[in-house]
């Protein structure tokens, strides 16, 4: 249970200028026979964010936008090279640095895309949900473990009988269920959940989605979701943030997104999803594709597409700025009153 009194309003995750950076330079011997220079790549370059408790933030964004690494700074699986991030008023990194990093790592779980590479495939599946329990020093008694098991197993809808099976003998969803079930082996507050149902048939993806949203609104659990389709975010988050190579270029509540969407970028991905009660509107495809960035273009990464492209958008680099209704978006367009913004309905 949250603490009552004033830390209860604070966010669970505040994220302050998160970057991460990796070097793809060629070997050394290359770089001094060819001449060539060091190369970094600013796959996250100053990405700030709050969850409040028991909410969901989305990330969307197209493949390489940088959405994987940020889940992967938030779970401590990358250090950051600039900024950082607040768990519970605590500093993340520096807790996941020091020795007794296990509290912190007990509480931040994270869920992948892919449930076959995630589970261990020579384990069975009481191993592979004890495995954090043991990790931790949560239980170890085998009756306990077993019954603990079970539990996690019913919390996801499948059956305590399923911990003697292995892996392969269940299905996609089945098997994104088990990797849910291990991730809330240790009680965890926030999930970061890294495309977790990207892999699965659309049937099964929402009751998934299902399963997520259930244990979200019984245990208090705080989200970030990742996904590249925004119709997925749609059922799932309160707030939306879209990355752009490496940058938020809009963050907004969720309703206000879907009916006034600012950012041209947002209202390209919101085009080309399909409309199920609008059929008079054709979808239209996305254009372009995401810029190289190892040579992201000057100014607005997002001017070589932007139908609101003009000289300002080629040269600087707009930043985020609250537009007066709570959505922040970097975009000199919006900012200049040069594009209109669809009117929110209700
Ligand atoms: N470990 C790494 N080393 C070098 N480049 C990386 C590494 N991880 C990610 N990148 C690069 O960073 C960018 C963002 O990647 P990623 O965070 O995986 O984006 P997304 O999840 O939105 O597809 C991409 O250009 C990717 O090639
Ligand atoms: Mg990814």
């Not at 599946?125 to 170890?140: C, K, M, N, Q, T």
């Not at 969803?173 to 507050?189: F, Y």
């Not at 997925?232 to 907004?252: I, P």
Request: glycine share 8%.
């Amino acid at each position: 249970m949250p603490p009552a009194g004033p830390a209860r309003s604070a966010p669970l995750v505040q994220a302050h200028d998160l970057a991460r950076t990796f070097d793809v330079s060629p070997p050394w011997l290359n770089r001094v026979l060819e001449g060539k220079p060091r190369q970094l790549l600013h796959a996250v370059d100053g990405v700030s964010f709050e969850i409040e408790r028991g909410k969901t933030l989305a990330l969307v964004g197209e493949s390489g936008c940088g959405k994987s690494t940020v889940a992967r700074l938030l779970v401590g699986l990358y250090a950051p090279t600039r900024g950082g991030f607040q768990f519970d008023g605590q500093d993340a990194h520096a807790a996941f640095k020091s020795r007794d990093a296990k509290p912190m790592r007990r509480r931040i779980q994270m869920i992948f895309q892919d449930p076959y590479a995630s589970l261990n495939p020579r384990w069975k599946v009481a191993d592979i949900i004890a495995e954090p329990l043991r990790e931790h020093g949560i239980l170890s008694d085998k009756g306990a473990l077993i019954e603990r098991v079970g539990q996690l197993l019913q919390s996801v809808g499948l059956s305590p009988q399923d911990m003697t099976k292995y892996p392969h003998q269940f299905s996609g969803g089945q098997r994104q269920r088990i990797s849910i079930a291990r991730a809330l082996a240790t009680e965890p507050e926030f999930l970061v959940c890294d495309e977790p149902t990207s892999a699965l048939d659309v049937s099964v993806q929402a009751q998934v989605l299902n399963i997520m949203k259930d244990l979200q609104r019984k245990q208090g659990l705080t989200y970030l979701f990742i996904s590249h389709n925004l119709a997925v975010v749609r059922h799932v988050s309160d707030q939306v943030g879209v990355m752009y190579l490496g940058r938020l270029v809009e963050l907004a509540d969720k309703q206000k997104l879907f009916a006034a969407p600012r950012h041209p970028y947002t209202r390209m991905l919101l085009d080309a999803i399909p409309k199920m009660h609008d059929t008079g509107r054709a979808r239209t495809p996305v254009q372009g594709e995401v810029p190289n960035p190892l040579s992201p273009p000057p100014g607005c990464a997002f001017n070589p597409r932007c139908p609101w492209v003009n000289e300002r958008c080629r040269s600087e680099r707009p930043q985020l700025f609250d537009d007066g209704s709570g959505t922040r978006v970097a975009c000199h367009a919006v900012q200049e009153g040069r594009i209109d913004i669809p009117v929110v309905a209700g």
